[in-house]
C-alpha cells in the first residue's frame, strides 16, 4: 500500500511575514528589514556607483565629479503634494523635477541629487516602487543621480503616506550672473509655454470637484531646454519657474528683487481653454496657478528672437512667447494690461487662493 | 490652444459702447452694480478707467460673504467646532472673521470642515458618513437658493436625514430699498445682479424704479456686457427715465426661471435678516417653512445666539452702503490688508475693499 | 452671487429621482444637477453656477443687443470714420 507522506518542501516553521506588501514600522528600525527594503526596493530603481557604496556620505572630487573653476549651486525643496498621482504626474517625478529646475534657474548644470523619504505604516510598496521608477525616468532624463538617500517611517497617521525632500547640487561658470535681482529696464520678458495645467490637475485629482478633463500636469525637468537657451543667449539675466503663487506672484518676486517695473500683456499670456473653463468653474485665477514645467526668461530686449528660438526647438518650450518688458526701476511692481486696453496692478498671492462663487 | 478670455469681436464692440457712453454723458452720475462678480469684473478689466470722469461707479453690498452677519457666522463657528459634524462650504467663507475665529481657525483646531463646490456635493458627503451630521452654509444671493432648495428636496426624496443647511441667504430688492432711503444716498440708478434675476426675473424691480424715479438695468458679467449696461442707464438718467430695463436677455426674461422659484417656494419662507455693517433689513432673508425645519441646522444643533460687536476701525457699512469708498478707510491697506483682514469686504474675493486692493489704479 | 459658466448640455439622465446632465464646458466636462431647467436639451447651453443650471440660453441676445450695437457702428463711423477706437 503507497503512503502519502508530505512533500516536505517551503518552510516547515512559522516564519516571520516578509511583508513585502506594506511599510511596516519594522522598515524604519535600521535593521534588517531597512537594509532589505533600501537594497530590494530603493537602490534596485534608483541605484548608481555612489549610492550603493553604502557610505554614510557621498563623496564628490573635483576634478572627476565637478570640473574646477566653476561655482557651485545649491538647492533644496519639501514635496507633500496630496494625492501622490495625478493626470501627467507624481510626488515623485514632482520632487526630481522641482530641485533639478530650482538649481537650473541659476544657470547651473545640476548633477546630484539627495532624496529623503518619510514613509507612513501601511503605505503601499507597490505604490512606493511606481513612485521611484518615475524618479529614475525623469533623473535619467535630466542626466541627474541621487547619490545620498535616506528614510524613515512613521506611525500611521502622523504623515500623509508619502513625504519627499531632494537637494540638489550643480555648477556654474563663473561668470553668468542669472539671479532675480539682474532684471534691467527695456529687457523682454518671456514665458515658455501655457499655465494653470498642474494646479488644475493636481485639484482635479483629489476627486470633488465634480469634473473630469484631460488636463495633464506639465512636470518636466527643464534643465536640457536652459541650456540650449543659455549657449544661444549668454546674457540671459533672469531665469525662475512660476511653481507656487503662479506666473503672477513670481513675476512680483522677480520685480521686487530688480527693483522695477514689469508689464504683461493679458492677450499674449498663453492659457489652454479647457484649464480657462476649469478655473472659471472652480472660481480660480489662472495667474497664480502653480506650474512644474515652465519657466520666465528675461532677456535683453535685441536677444529676445534668439531665446525664442532655441526655447521653441525644445519640447518643453514649442509655445514660448514673449509676454511683456520690463519698463522702468521703481520699488518693484507688476503691471497688467487688459484686453481693454486699460492697466491695472497685480500683486502676490495673499494667503490661500479660495474658490470664489461670485 | 490658447485664446484669450474676450474675443476680439467682443472688445471692440466693448469700445464702441464706451465711446457712445462718453458721447452722451453731460451731467455728473453715481451707478451701484450690486453684486459681487460685477465689482470683480469691472476691476479686473479696469472698465471705471475707461468711463467719462462724471460717471462713478459705486459698489454694493453684492458679496453675500462679506454681508452675512456675525451671529451666523458665529453659529457656523459653533456647528464646525462639534466633533461629530462635517461642516461644508463654499470656499470664500473660510476666511470671514467671526469674533475671534473663523472656520479655517476651526479646522486647524481639529473641526471637519470642508469646501465643496455644490450643495449636493454635500448631500453625497452625507450618504458617504451615514455616522456623521453633514451641514451646508447655506450663503449667497437668490443666485444659489435654488440650488439649495433643490438639494434639500433631493434629500428629503433620499431619506438623508444626517444633511442640514445653515440658512443664511439674503435678497437684493429690500437691499435696495435699503440703500435708497438711506439719509446719505448718492445712488442714481442701478445695475441689476444678472444671475440673481436669471432665476427671479426682474418685475420684483419694477416697483423699486417706479418708488424712487431710479433706472434698474439688468447686466452681465462681461466687459461687453456691464459697458452695454452703464450705456441703458446713462441713457435713462440724461434723458429722465426710470424704468426697469434688460441688458441680459439671453439669460433673463422678465419673469424669471419659474421652475426654480417653484423650489424656492416650496421649502424657503422670507425672513427678517440681519446683514453685517449694515443692520437689520426687514424681510431681506429666507428661512425654512415649518414643514423644512427638520433640515435647518439652527433648529438640530443646540447653539447660542449672541450680541457681538465688529472692529471699531472697520467701516464696512459705509462701504457696503455705498457712502464710503474703501480707500476712505483709515485702516485700509495698513492695518486691513487680504492677509489680515478686520472686516468682511477684505477678506472676500468680490468684497469692495479686496477688490480696490488688488486691482487699484495705476496712476 | 454671480459666477456663472455657460456649457453645453451632452448628456441627460436621472440620480436617485433627481434630473442630472453632463455638461461640456470646452473640454470639462461637469455633472450639472438640471432641477432647476427641466427643460434643457441635449445640444443647448446652459448657465451653470455651482454645479446647477440658472437657465438655458437664449437667442434672444442675437436680435436685441446686437440691435444697439449696429445703431450705434453706423453712428460712430458716420461721425468718427472708420477706425473710431478708444487710446
Known sequence: MSEQYPSLEGPQCPMPLSHDEQIVIGHGSGGVKTHELIKNVFQKHLGNAILNLGNDAALLQFGPEIPDGKNLVVSTDAHIVSPLFFNGGDIGRLSICGTVNDVSMLGAIPKFLTATFILEEGFSINSLEKILLSMKTAADEADVKIVAADTKVTEKGKSDGLFISTSGIGWVDSDLTINGASAKVGDAVLLSGPIGNHGIAVAEARGNLGFQSQIRSDVAPLNGMIAELIKAVPETHVLRDPTRGGLATTLVEIAKQSQVTIKIVEELIPIDQDVRSACDLLGLDPLYMANEGKLIAIVPAEDAPDALKALHAHKYGREAVQIGVVVEESSGQLLFKTPLGTTRRLDMLAGEMLPRIC | ?363 | ?87
Open chain 2, 1 to 363: 490652444m490658447s485664446k484669450t478670455s474676450i474675443n476680439p469681436e467682443s472688445i471692440r464692440h466693448t469700445k464702441t459702447i464706451i465711446q457712445e457712453i462718453r458721447r452722451i454723458t453731460t451731467k455728473p452720475w453715481n451707478i451701484m452694480e450690486i453684486c459681487g462678480g460685477q465689482t470683480h469684473a469691472i476691476m479686473e478689466y479696469g472698465l471705471d478707467q475707461l468711463l467719462p470722469e462724471e460717471i462713478t461707479l459705486i459698489h454694493g453690498p453684492g458679496c453675500p460673504v462679506c454681508v452675512t452677519s456675525l451671529e451666523i457666522i458665529e453659529q457656523a463657528l459653533q456647528i464646525a467646532s462639534l466633533s461629530n459634524v462635517i461642516f461644508t462650504s463654499f470656499g470664500d467663507m473660510l476666511r470671514v472673521p467671526g469674533n475671534k475665529q473663523d472656520l479655517f481657525s476651526i479646522r486647524a483646531q481639529g473641526g471637519d470642515v470642508r469646501v465643496v463646490y455644490s450643495p449636493m456635493d454635500s448631500v453625497k458627503i452625507a450618504q458617504q458618513n451615514q455616522d456623521k451630521q453633514v451641514v451646508f452654509f447655506g450663503v449667497g444671493f437668490e443666485t444659489t437658493v435654488p440650488s439649495i432648495a433643490a438639494s434639500i428636496l433631493h434629500a428629503e426624496k433620499n431619506g438623508v436625514r444626517n444633511f442640514s443647511v445653515l440658512p443664511a441667504n439674503v435678497l437684493v430688492p429690500p437691499a435696495m430699498h435699503a440703500i435708497l432711503q438711506s439719509p446719505g444716498n448718492r445712488v442714481n440708478a442701478f445695475l441689476a445682479a444678472g444671475h440673481v434675476c436669471a432665476i427671479m426675473g426682474y418685475q420684483e424691480y419694477e416697483p423699486i424704479a417706479a418708488r424712487y424715479q431710479t433706472p434698474i438695468v439688468v447686466s452681465g458679467f462681461d466687459p461687453f456686457d456691464l459697458a452695454l449696461g452703464i450705456l441703458m442707464c446713462v441713457r435713462q438718467l440724461e434723458s429722465g427715465h426710470a424704468k426697469v430695463e434688460n441688458g441680459y436677455p439671453r439669460y433673463v426674461t422678465r419673469k424669471g426661471n419659474k421652475a426654480a422659484q417653484a423650489m424656492i417656494e416650496k421649502v424657503f419662507e422670507v425672513v427678517d435678516r440681519q446683514w453685517r455693517g449694515i443692520g437689520l433689513i426687514p424681510s431681506s432673508g429666507l428661512g425654512m417653512r415649518p414643514e423644512y425645519k427638520g433640515f435647518d441646522a439652527t433648529e438640530r444643533f443646540d447653539i447660542e445666539f449672541h450680541e457681538l460687536s465688529e472692529s471699531p476701525l472697520c467701516i464696512a457699512g459705509s462701504v457696503l452702503r455705498g457712502v464710503a469708498k474703501p480707500i476712505d478707510c483709515p485702516a485700509f491697506g495698513k492695518v486691513c490688508t487680504p492677509s489680515h483682514p478686520l472686516g468682511a469686504p477684505m477678506v472676500s474675493g468680490e468684497g469692495a475693499c479686496a477688490a480696490y486692493y488688488r486691482y487699484h489704479k495705476v496712476n
Open chain 3, 1 to 87: 452671487m454671480c459666477l456663472g459658466i455657460p456649457g453645453k448640455v451632452i448628456e441627460i439622465y436621472d440620480v436617485d429621482g433627481t434630473l442630472m446632465s453632463k455638461v461640456d464646458f470646452n473640454g470639462v466636462v461637469q455633472e450639472v444637477c438640471l432641477a432647476t431647467t427641466p427643460e434643457a436639451e441635449i445640444g443647448q447651453f446652459v448657465l451653470v453656477h455651482a454645479g446647477f443650471s440658472l437657465n438655458v440660453l437664449s437667442d434672444q441676445e442675437a436680435t436685441e443687443t446686437l440691435k444697439i450695437l449696429k445703431e450705434l457702428e453706423a453712428f460712430n463711423k458716420e461721425y468718427f470714420g472708420e477706425d473710431a477706437s478708444l487710446s
